[in-house]
């Protein structure tokens, strides 16, 4: 099977199951026997068509009769795809790019063969004028051509300006760089660095945080005989800095009650060197078991895994812990280069958002020692879904003050306050917020 045919089974898949498209190229690509090149080209097909959804069918609209909703689900994916190739990819020629489309839309519904190859010589004859975005609405173009729920963009621009949101915009739309954590249990960052490049891995440091490499060409890392033997995770550097903020000493009692898949949990256990208790809750049974995993591989002996509702509280807890993160669920607005249909996501999908937060976040202050410390995340640059919750949380909760994150350097202008804004567009990661507080009485 060749790469766009792969590609359109994944994308049939992603637009029938809503699933996300990581999860749906794992599943799809598990067994299949194919060059690297027809991997990275399906690779390549599968997020451009994803992350271009919304221009692909303004230019669909634009030039039939019959709208997108109107389409068949294999005569819409086929479209989105050639003319994914002939607006965003030099390396296609446009002849390649109609002929191989078209002969697909062949084989899966012949009927509509005439009229995909109409549509898209069509965009080839004329096509500047048929590729550009005018709406007549500002807000509206921008949300076209970057292809974004419209209220996230008009959101953006009132809180952040046109020239800010134009950059994030650039900055979402980037190939995300990889990261990896060196676990300091078993090996240092150089060692680790030098038996990658013996394996013809690009390897280099990551500024910001000791533990971190950014890793290029490595590919098929769970095979990987480093992975294995639990040398390294993967987390971005944003996730990081959050096991740098709390910055946990030896011996501590650690309470990490939205865990899952276990990124923070194990790094924070690693940075008490195997010492004290790191108690992760999560409650799914299947991230449960990622977070198992992890600890095994890592070699931790530290970790606890419990079943808990961060919603719940749990009178057993009380006061028992030293530190406890709150690294809450969010609208994901800050990790787009990573998961591209957060793009789509409604202003209803979020709404519920703020007052699950602050229940957790209330929740886990509940457990936190007087004089400990308490640490509230997100993967969101949205500010009513961070600063405006802990300072919420403060108004209520007087026992409780921000206090200076000076164990790294990320946010000059507000770390000093107790609190990180993180942005892909400044700081060349993702997107993330992060609260440092502590409980004084």
Same mark, same amino acid.
């Given at each position: 099977?060749?790469?766009?045919?792969?590609?359109?089974?994944?994308?049939?898949?992603?637009?029938?199951?809503?699933?996300?498209?990581?999860?749906?190229?794992?599943?799809?690509?598990?067994?299949?026997?194919?060059?690297?090149?027809?991997?990275?080209?399906?690779?390549?097909?599968?997020?451009?068509?994803?992350?271009?959804?919304?221009?692909?069918?303004?230019?669909?609209?634009?030039?039939?009769?019959?709208?997108? $909703?109107?389409?068949?689900?294999? *005569?819409?994916?086929?479209?989105?795809?050639?003319?994914?190739?002939?607006?965003?990819?030099?390396?296609?020629?446009?002849?390649?790019?109609?002929?191989?489309?078209?002969?697909?839309?062949?084989?899966?519904?012949?009927?509509?063969?005439?009229?995909?190859?109409?549509?898209?010589?069509?965009?080839?004859?004329?096509?500047?004028?048929?590729?550009?975005?005018?709406?007549?609405?500002?807000?509206?173009?921008?949300?076209? =051509?970057?292809?974004?729920?419209?209220?996230?963009?008009?959101?953006? *621009?009132?809180?952040?300006?046109?020239?800010?949101?134009?950059?994030?915009?650039?900055?979402?739309?980037?190939?995300?760089?990889?990261?990896? =954590?060196?676990?300091?249990?078993?090996?240092? =960052?150089?060692?680790?660095?030098?038996?990658?490049?013996?394996?013809?891995?690009?390897?280099?440091?990551?500024?910001?945080?000791?533990?971190?490499?950014?890793?290029?060409?490595?590919?098929?890392?769970?095979?990987?005989?480093?992975?294995?033997?639990?040398?390294?995770?993967? $987390?971005?550097?944003?996730?990081?800095?959050?096991?740098?903020?709390?910055?946990?000493?030896?011996?501590?009692?650690?309470?990490?009650?939205?865990?899952?898949?276990?990124?923070?949990?194990?790094?924070?256990?690693?940075?008490?060197?195997?010492?004290?208790?790191?108690?992760?809750?999560?409650?799914?049974?299947?991230?449960?078991?990622?977070?198992?995993?992890?600890?095994?591989?890592?070699?931790?002996?530290?970790?606890?895994?419990?079943?808990?509702?961060?919603?719940?509280?749990?009178?057993?807890?009380?006061?028992?812990?030293?530190?406890?993160?709150?690294?809450?669920?969010?609208?994901?607005?800050?990790?787009?280069?990573?998961?591209?249909?957060?793009?789509?996501?409604?202003?209803?999908?979020?709404?519920?958002?703020? $007052?699950?937060?602050?229940?957790?976040? $209330?929740?886990?202050?509940?457990?936190?020692?007087?004089?400990?410390?308490?640490?509230?995340?997100?993967?969101?640059?949205?500010?009513?879904?961070?600063?405006?919750?802990?300072?919420?949380?403060?108004?209520?909760?007087?026992?409780?003050?921000?206090?200076?994150?000076?164990?790294?350097?990320?946010?000059?202008?507000?770390?000093?306050?107790?609190?990180?804004?993180?942005?892909?567009?400044?700081?060349?990661?993702?997107?993330?917020?992060?609260?440092?507080?502590? =409980?004084?009485?």
């Amino acid at each position: 099977m060749k790469a766009r045919e792969i590609a359109f089974k994944v994308l049939c898949d992603i637009e029938d199951n809503n699933n996300y498209s990581n999860i749906a190229i794992n599943k799809h690509f598990k067994n299949l026997d194919i060059t690297n090149q027809d991997r990275g080209l399906a690779t390549e097909l599968i997020y451009g068509v994803v992350e271009n959804q919304y221009y692909l069918d303004y230019i669909i609209n634009k030039l039939s009769k019959i709208k997108t $909703q109107k389409l068949s689900t294999y *005569v819409k994916i086929l479209l989105r795809m050639g003319i994914y190739q002939i607006a965003f990819l030099d390396s296609i020629s446009e002849y390649a790019a109609v002929n191989e489309t078209v002969n697909l839309v062949k084989k899966y519904d012949n009927r509509s063969a005439g009229f995909v190859n109409a549509i898209l010589r069509n965009i080839i004859r004329s096509k500047d004028e048929v590729l550009k975005v005018d709406t007549g609405n500002e807000i509206m173009d921008l949300a076209t =051509r970057n292809s974004y729920s419209p209220w996230m963009i008009k959101d953006w *621009v009132k809180n952040f300006g046109q020239e800010f949101t134009e950059d994030l915009l650039e900055a979402n739309s980037e190939k995300p760089s990889l990261y990896i =954590r060196v676990n300091t249990l078993k090996i240092t =960052r150089d060692e680790l660095i030098k038996k990658l490049k013996e394996q013809g891995v690009s390897a280099s440091k990551a500024n910001i945080v000791e533990e971190a490499i950014k890793v290029e060409n490595l590919k098929n890392i769970e095979n990987n005989e480093l992975f294995k033997n639990g040398l390294f995770t993967i $987390q971005d550097i944003s996730s990081m800095i959050v096991g740098k903020v709390i910055n946990p000493k030896e011996n501590s009692m650690v309470l990490d009650i939205c865990s899952a898949p276990g990124g923070k949990t194990t790094h924070l256990a690693t940075l008490m060197n195997n010492t004290g208790t790191v108690v992760a809750r999560d409650i799914f049974e299947h991230k449960l078991k990622l977070i198992n995993d992890t600890v095994d591989r890592l070699g931790l002996t530290n970790v606890e895994v419990e079943n808990f509702d961060a919603c719940e509280l749990d009178e057993n807890s009380i006061e028992k812990f030293d530190y406890v993160l709150a690294d809450v669920p969010c609208s994901g607005l800050g990790i787009i280069r990573r998961k591209p249909e957060i793009k789509y996501k409604s202003k209803e999908d979020l709404k519920d958002l703020p $007052q699950i937060q602050m229940d957790i976040l $209330q929740k886990a202050s509940n457990y936190v020692k007087v004089g400990g410390t308490l640490v509230y995340s997100t993967c969101t640059v949205q500010d009513k879904e961070n600063i405006e919750i802990v300072k919420a949380f403060i108004a209520e909760n007087e026992n409780f003050e921000l206090i200076p994150i000076d164990e790294i350097n990320v946010d000059l202008d507000n770390q000093d306050k107790g609190y990180l804004k993180i942005y892909p567009n400044i700081h060349g990661i993702d997107g993330f917020f992060i609260a440092k507080l502590r =409980r004084v009485r």
